[in-house]
């Protein structure tokens, strides 16, 4: 069995029923079997392969058994051939419906009476035919595209089919234009690139003498015909130059090459009468398929044919120096050969017949070989970008450059593929590729899948189970899956794999693809369960852990594991225990290398293969918080909750839940409901015990959301009896945080530089960073700013390489440390790097993302460049974040201080009670708070504010004597809050004073 991509055709008499009735059986039967066989006649003709006659109707499929790249064409063609094959035996007493369709069809061995080939795109076929007017071909869409401009369609309308809802696309079929469809992607500029050298070789060779015959080889798509057209361009004036191509099926191809050029040498269009023309050489009229042998023996008509073109091939020369081209000779017939070793024996003059042809075709006469290779990935870089019109950005050129592989037809048809599903966007001049594998276009699968069916079944095998193994695979490997290596050989003649060391590779990643598809799925199933046998017991280190996790899990997809180990429940139940315990361990390692994205996928994995695994959600979840991804942590967490019903575990749970999502408050887009967080926290200080790790986190999360420092207490006694650095640092933090709230900064930063002495028992990098943050912050308060920058530059050396979503941390505190020095213009330097950062964290719901850009805002109004800065407010409110007004507020209401913009402070100061919460920007916050109250002429809530903050030698000191001496009219302490700005070097606050004083509160 395999799958194939081909094209299916339907035809159904119309008409024979009625005439039934007039005839005799024996007739009637007679006329059945003329049909029969006129039909199978054009569909040999094309190529196809008849699968079945029912009653009256035929169907053929093109590109199946063996695959066609040109299926699609030649279906077309032959249902034209039949309609007018059908006109021509029966006239109008009898008519067909024809129904053509591409798509994706298992090939099997046929029963009796029963269809080789299946799938939905032989439905759609019968329902395109049923919907078919008597004489009419219907064309399904994929065929359409894959036929592009070689066929005259109708405008796309949607035909009613039974079982298919919506109906499906359909086109008329009006004519043939060429038999092939033109190269080119559609949507892309034409143009050449590279194959200089190429182009020099070939100019070289066309200056002869005498007759000459070069050969340019190479793959399907590589540029043979390309490069042809760029040497006409180039050759000297007055150089007759005649073109023919072999074609890969049809009537009276033999000499098709030749008929090409006999036209053009004689002036003729396709559908002129030739004969007048021949006049004395009426034996020419062989190679366009006329009748002219006369009495002839048919040998000796060839001689003469053969003469008569030794004659033509020496007057063009005679005429001047002349170049002729024979297109495509994988496909020449015999007597095309003849006649041309003929010609290039007999003729005379300045004459050169230059051969194009993929590799592997035997006989062909001897001559200079030109072998075209594929483009150098700069020129394939070049190409892309021409044809596009604008350069494609780094991250897309790569990908696509390597998707090709330097085979310009494939780089076309990806490109235009990728345009067609809008996957391609412009963006600041270039291109840039949406998310979204790139996938094969069924032009390049035709191709290569017809180059794979060109092997043997025991290199076609070997070829298949490489491709099972990967891109790259060992020759061992290999043989553990079909019994020897000895095919290798061939693959490698045949240019389909490489001979790199250690291992071989697929030359061609999509011939890889091509080849693996092609696998029926349960096939692929049991041969990757095969290699993953293998491989584990070649070597079962870590090393190959991602690997047999894959092979593992690919041999029990669950999409295809009930037909391919059906009756095997053992080996099943082995393949998934294997697959399980490989998945976890990659998921490990992947964890340890803090590559999230990889973890998730493989514990993922591993949750289809056992979806009610408790334990394996939890690690999700736990993977979901690094990853900050609030939403999702919650889900695999209430799925692990689902189930489990011990009561113990449910409690773990519950504290985690809490503690993690207190922890990192801001990992969701639209911030939370904290009451649901206090619920479980309830639920884990009564499920846990009460001297365990789980009911410390539980007392963390309370900490941390109910200001409660006697449960950071609690938590850190228990942290310190345990054992637990992890839960001690955290316990730390959690009390740090809630002396800074009460004021108290000199145990915050107590406590903060205590927990960093954990620094080093700490490996998390994640934790790790969170460390140096809290410290920054913690110095902050004290107003120790050296101290504080030093703190934010060591959290940025642990944090800036680890995710975009670190860097985006990274950034904050360091602009955290300028927003409190009021060194704007330092802020306004990290602007550029930040936006990249923000815009590569675009996917983790990080309330840093808008902060950072407000922050850039904030300094541009101060730097006096307005219209930056609302171009950044408008990014920020752009990002959606909802329920961080404590987070952003104080940033705005900076703003709209710089700007003077009264109303809107007064409209931001409802609701900044809660701009104490702020964690990690504590200080900025509060002091924007003090300065807004008294802009707003808010006297008493001025110095309500300011009697709290006035702590002598902390950071907050000199903002609550300014504000308490302008509520209070005493200059006094205006001016020492003067001498306090400038002794911390604060300039810039110390300038934002307010020249004139409120009145006294009253
Ligand atoms: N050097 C090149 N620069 C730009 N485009 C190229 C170049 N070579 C080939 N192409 C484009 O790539 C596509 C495939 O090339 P071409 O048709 O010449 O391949 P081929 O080798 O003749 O393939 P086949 O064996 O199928 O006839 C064409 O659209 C062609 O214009
Ligand atoms: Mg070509």
Redesign the pocket.
């Given at each position: 069995m395999e799958r194939k991509l081909a094209t299916l055709l339907f035809a159904d008499l119309v008409g024979s029923t009625a005439l039934g009735d007039r005839l005799d059986p024996e007739h009637a039967r007679d006329l059945l079997e003329r049909f029969y066989d006129a039909m199978e006649a054009e569909i040999a003709l094309g190529g196809g392969t008849v699968e079945k006659f029912i009653g009256d109707a035929v169907v053929a499929v093109f590109g199946a058994p063996a695959a066609q790249?040109d299926h699609a064409e030649r279906a077309l063609q032959t249902a034209l051939w039949m309609l007018e094959r059908l006109q021509s035996l029966f006239g109008d007493r009898l008519a067909l419906r024809i129904g053509v369709n591409s798509g994706e069809v298992v090939v099997g061995r046929p029963r009796e009476g029963s269809s080789f080939a299946t799938g939905d795109a032989v439905n759609v076929a019968a329902r395109l035919e049923q919907a078919a007017a008597p004489g009419q071909v219907l064309v399904g869409e994929r065929t359409a595209a894959l036929v592009g401009d070689a066929f005259e369609l109708g405008e796309s309308a949607t035909v009613e089919a039974k079982g298919k809802h919506g109906g499906v696309a359909a086109r008329e079929l009006r004519r043939m234009v060429a038999p092939r469809r033109p190269?080119?992607?559609h949507g892309l500029v034409?143009?050449?690139?590279?194959?200089a050298r190429e182009l020099d070789w070939l100019q070289q060779a066309s200056v002869t003498d005498e007759p000459r015959f070069a050969l340019v080889v190479?793959?399907?798509?590589?540029?043979?015909?390309?490069?042809?057209?760029?040497l006409r361009e180039r050759l000297p004036a007055g150089t007759t130059f005649r073109l023919g191509r072999c074609l890969s099926y049809g009537r009276s191809v033999t000499y098709s090459p030749l008929a090409d050029v006999l036209r053009q040498e004689l002036g003729l269009r396709e559908e002129d009468p030739p004969l007048a023309q021949l006049a004395g050489d009426e034996i020419l009229g062989l190679t366009l398929g006329l009748d002219v042998a006369g009495d002839l023996e048919p040998r000796a008509a060839v001689l003469a044919l053969q003469d008569a073109w030794v004659g033509l091939a020496s007057d063009m020369a005679a005429r001047g120096p002349s170049v002729v081209v024979l297109?495509?000779l994988?496909w020449a017939s015999e007597p095309l050969i003849e006649l041309l070793a003929r010609v290039l024996s007999g003729a005379a003059g300045p004459l050169l017949i230059l051969g194009?042809t993929?590799p592997g075709r035997a006989g062909l006469p001897a001559g200079e070989t030109l072998i075209?290779e594929p483009?150098g990935d700069d020129?394939a870089g070049e190409?892309a970008d021409?044809?596009l019109g604008a350069p494609l950005d780094a991250e897309a050129h790569e990908l696509v450059v390597r998707h090709a592989d330097g085979?310009?037809?494939f780089?076309?048809e990806v490109l235009s593929d990728l345009l067609d599903r809008r996957l391609l966007t412009r963006r600041q001049g270039g291109w840039s590729l949406d998310a979204g594998a790139l996938a094969i276009p069924d032009s390049i699968q035709g191709?290569l899948a017809a180059r794979i069916d060109l092997l043997e079944p025991p290199a076609k095998d070997a070829l298949s189970a490489a491709a099972v193994i990967g891109r790259s695979f060992s020759a061992a490997g290999l043989a553990a899956l079909v019994g020897s290596a000895a095919e290798v050989r061939t693959l490698v003649e045949r240019g389909f794999v490489r001979p790199t060391e250690p291992e071989l590779v697929f030359k061609h990643a999509l011939t890889r693809e091509v080849a693996y598809g092609a696998l029926p799925k349960a096939e692929r199933a049991r041969r990757h369960a095969a290699y993953a046998d293998w491989l584990e017991g070649e070597d079962a280190s870590d090393g190959r852990a991602g690997k047999l996790a894959y092979h593992y899990a690919e041999a029990v997809d669950p999409e295809i594991a009930d037909l391919a180990w059906r009756d095997r429940d053992e080996d099943a139940a082995r393949l998934r225990a294997s697959a399980l315990r490989w998945l976890r361990r990659a998921a490990e390692l992947a964890l340890a290398r803090f590559d999230l994205d990889d973890a998730l996928e493989l514990l993922e994995r591993a949750a289809e293969l056992t979806p009610d695994d408790v334990e394996l959600w939890h690690e999700m979840a736990r993977v979901n918080a690094l990853k900050f991804d609030g939403a999702a942590f919650w889900e695999s967490m209430e799925k692990a909750l689902e189930l489990t019903a011990d009561q113990a575990e449910r409690g773990e749970l519950y504290a985690e839940l809490a503690f993690e999502s207190a922890m990192r408050g801001a990992m969701w887009k639209v911030a939370p409901d904290w009451a649901i967080v206090l619920e479980w926290i309830g639920q884990a200080l009564e499920h846990t015990p009460p001297d365990s790790r789980s009911y410390a986190y539980g007392l963390l999360g309370k900490s941390m959301l109910e200001d409660d420092i006697s449960a950071a207490e609690r938590a850190v006694a228990l942290a310190e009896r345990l054992d637990d650095v992890e839960l001690l640092s955290f316990g730390l933090f959690a009390h740090s945080v809630n002396a800074q709230l009460t004021a108290d900064f000199e145990t915050a930063s107590e406590l903060a530089l205590r927990r960093l002495e954990l620094a080093g028992q700490i490996n998390d990098p994640d934790h790790l960073a969170l460390l140096h943050w809290g410290s920054a912050t913690a110095e902050l308060g004290l107003g120790r700013l050296e101290d504080a920058e030093l703190h934010a530059l060591r959290h940025e050396a642990v944090a800036a390489r680890l995710t975009s979503h670190h860097e985006v941390h990274a950034i904050a505190n360091l602009i955290t440390v300028d927003e409190a020095t009021g060194r704007w213009d330092r802020l306004h330097e990290r602007r550029e790097r930040s936006e990249r950062a923000v815009a590569a964290n675009a996917d983790t719901p990080c309330v840093y993302n808008p902060r950072n850009l407000l922050a850039g805002a904030v300094a541009c109004a101060a730097l006096g460049l307005d219209d930056e800065a609302r171009r950044l407010e408008a990014e920020e409110s752009a990002l959606g974040f909802e329920g961080y007004e404590f987070w952003l507020d104080p940033l705005r209401a900076r703003l709209a201080l710089i700007r003077g913009d009264l109303d809107r402070v007064e409209e931001l100061l409802d609701g900044s009670e809660k701009w104490s919460w702020q964690v990690y920007d504590f200080v900025s916050s509060i002091a924007t708070r003090l300065d807004a109250f008294v802009a707003v002429g808010r006297a008493v809530d001025a110095a309500e504010d300011a009697e709290r903050y006035a702590i002598p030698g902390t950071y907050l000191e000199p903002f609550a004597l300014r504000t308490l001496g302008i509520a209070k009219d005493d200059p006094a302490l205006v001016a020492q809050a003067q001498k306090r700005f400038e002794a911390m070097g604060l300039e810039w606050y110390a300038a934002q004073t307010p020249a004139s004083g409120l009145p006294s509160p009253g």
């Open positions: 790249e190269r080119g992607g034409p143009t050449f690139v590279g194959r190479g793959e399907a798509g590589v540029g043979k015909t390309a490069l042809v057209r760029e297109e495509d994988h194009t993929r075209l483009l020129e190409l021409r044809a085979n310009p037809f780089l076309e191709v």
